[in-house]
């Protein structure tokens, strides 16, 4: 029992002594209080029994043959083995059993046969070997404890140093956000501004451009008119000449044709249809362009050049014509008349890109107004030389091929502003288009034109141009042209306006089809502009078929020779 009453759980007991009777009488007290009792009858037999297992507590004789009771003692000592050893000795040899506490003896029992004293010994034997067990269990707990918390304290600090490297990289991150929402705000602004003036103008270029449809083409009828009149013929009260008719009919073509030059360029903030591009040599094409405007720039300035023959784009060659015309026209404009005016034009290869560079020694351009100045309608001119549509028109083509427009300039000194274009190395493929009379021609294959134009003077107008050499059936609503179509063979050609009121172009093209499949390879369509989302999408999937207008009358007697023998 311990001191405080409970009773201790069995132990495994070693017994190691040479005579069997006390093996037996030690056995006999101590298996019915439960113990497991090994025993060993020679020292070498016990130690042999101590390598190879564990026990609670070890009673052994003092005196023995081999090493005896104090070698027992020195072999537990030099292996650190924590049983308590119990000395027994047949009789009380004081300095023997001194020496055996000294050397670390738990306890001496006498052999006298009385077994109150060997169970006494063994009881504190075993309370002593588990309470130094259970105190190696908590050192070891606590070391094991102690090593978690050092770990631990270990990971929470490089935890803390890394949530601080992340807090400060993702305060770093937050500041760039901040930075790219203003950004991204401000250009949400500017493309939420121009998405409606692209709304705006597509309704104004469709309106504009249906009336130009028949009045160019009438203009330029009444002048062939008046060059066929007979020489002598009375001219009316006021004028002197035909000739001055002429000219007062030129100057309203000339006008009209104006007029049709700017709607274009509204057209291309909603327009989404984008040309087939082409592998356009840029000095080849500047060469050309410097010839058209020949006449604006020479007033202005005197122009260099520095043009490199080996640089190609993938481009629509009317987009990169339109670019570059803006470019010196904007350059040749921007030199005071007092000024002694200067253009330089570079075509050069910069790392795969093709810088096309438009330099001029004019007034400059202040900082602030450098990011205004390709905002549609923002212009520094006032009156009839600038609409504030050149520079925008130009950034979005510049996009629709591909490349950027970068302004550098400084007030007073001048403007370089620099085109840059992916460099092309692979001719492109191009669309088979039908050009001049072929054999694709409708000629050869009938002449029947089904004409459908909500606009009744554009009908009379194609009309007449079309009729002196084919056949025109002519309607302003596509439920007539349908009825036609159903008592009639398909006609060798069908113009049809894209935006009309009641049914559509497209509508009307999809019915057509059901009654005469093939009219889809004899179809053009005529567009003053592209309202609708449909509308636009509708052109863009049928861009080879698709003709702007207004037309010139040698435009609109071409029509036929045009015919898109492979359209969808």
Known sequence: MTRSGELLPPGRILVIDDNDLVVQVIRLHLEPAGHEVVTASSCDQAIELLGQSTFDVIVSDLQMPGIGGLGILAFVADNEIDSPVIMLSGNAETAMVLEAIHKGAFDYVLKDGHPAPLHSAVSRALAHVRLIRQNHALVDMLQEINQHLEEQ???????????????????????????????????????????????????????????????????????????????????????????????????????????????????????????????????????TLVQFTSSEIKHHAELSFELDDSCFVLACPGHLHQVLLNLLVNAARAIPSETEGRIHLSVKQESGIVAIAVSDNGVGIAPGDIRKIFEPFYTTRRGAEGTGLGLSVSLELSKKMGGTIEVESVLGQGTTMTLRLPLSHERAARPRQATGRDEDSIEGRGSSILLLDDEEATLKTFQRVLAHDHQVFAFSNGDDALAWLRVHDLPSLLLCDIMMPEMSGPEFYEAARKLHPQIGGRTLFMTGGAVTKDAQDFLTQHASQVRFKPMSIHEIEDLPNQVPLDAP
């Open 153 to 287: 304290v270990a990971e929470r600090t490089q935890a803390l140093s890394r949530t601080n490297e992340r807090l400060s990289q993702e305060s770093e991150e937050l500041q760039r956000t901040i930075r790219d929402l203003q950004q991204t705000e401000r250009r949400l602004f500017q493309a939420d501004k121009i998405a409606s003036i692209g709304m705006l103008t597509a309704g104004v270029a469709h309106e504009i451009n249906n009336p130009l449809a028949f009045l160019m083409p009438n203009v330029e009828t009444i002048h062939g008119w008046l060059e066929a009149l007979p020489a002598g013929t009375p001219m009316p009260e006021g004028l002197e000449s035909r000739t001055e008719i002429m000219d007062l009919v030129g100057e309203c073509g000339e006008g009209l044709t104006r007029i049709r030059d700017i709607v274009r360029q509204l057209s291309l903030f909603s327009r989404q249809d984008v040309p087939d591009p082409e592998r356009v040599q840029v000095s080849s094409l500047v060469r």
